[in-house]
């Protein structure tokens, strides 16, 4: 496997949470691509530092979002953000390294999700607009 940091996802992840899941810690946060996974299904993965590592080393809760470029980067660019926002959804509102599960994390949500966000990116488009000079 070979992983890069993906900074254009990065961005994306991001603005998603800026105006979706403010409780996301983007500091803490990374988005990489990874290559030559041999999995057959799996598109994007979210990975945490756990509990018991982060009191080993002293630190806080850190997330990964990995997405798998031979999969992630031939969707259209609605499927590339559902992605994105699936695994952002994985990340509990305590940000403390656990994980929410796919009792939660469903398409359904996913979906409502998604169209809050455009409706909000819609928004935030309108008023950025008021305010240039």
Request: glycine content about 4%; aromatic content about 12%; hydrophobic content about 35%.
């Amino acid at each position: 496997m070979k992983y890069e940091f993906a900074p254009d996802i990065q961005k994306i992840a991001e603005e998603i949470s800026k105006l979706l899941f403010p409780h996301v810690r983007i500091e803490r946060m990374k988005c990489f691509r990874s290559y030559g996974s041999s999995t057959r299904r799996t598109i994007a993965r979210c990975h945490a530092l756990g509990k018991i590592m982060q009191k080993a080393m002293s630190v806080q809760a850190f997330y990964v979002l990995e997405f798998l470029s031979e999969r992630f980067d031939k969707f259209s660019e609605e499927d590339r953000i559902k992605t994105i926002i699936h695994e952002l959804m994985h990340v509990p509102k305590t940000f403390g390294g656990g994980f929410k599960h796919h009792h939660l994390v469903t398409d359904k949500n996913v979906n409502m999700m998604y169209k809050t966000y455009k409706a909000k990116k819609e928004m935030k488009g309108k008023y950025e607009d008021w305010f240039k000079v």
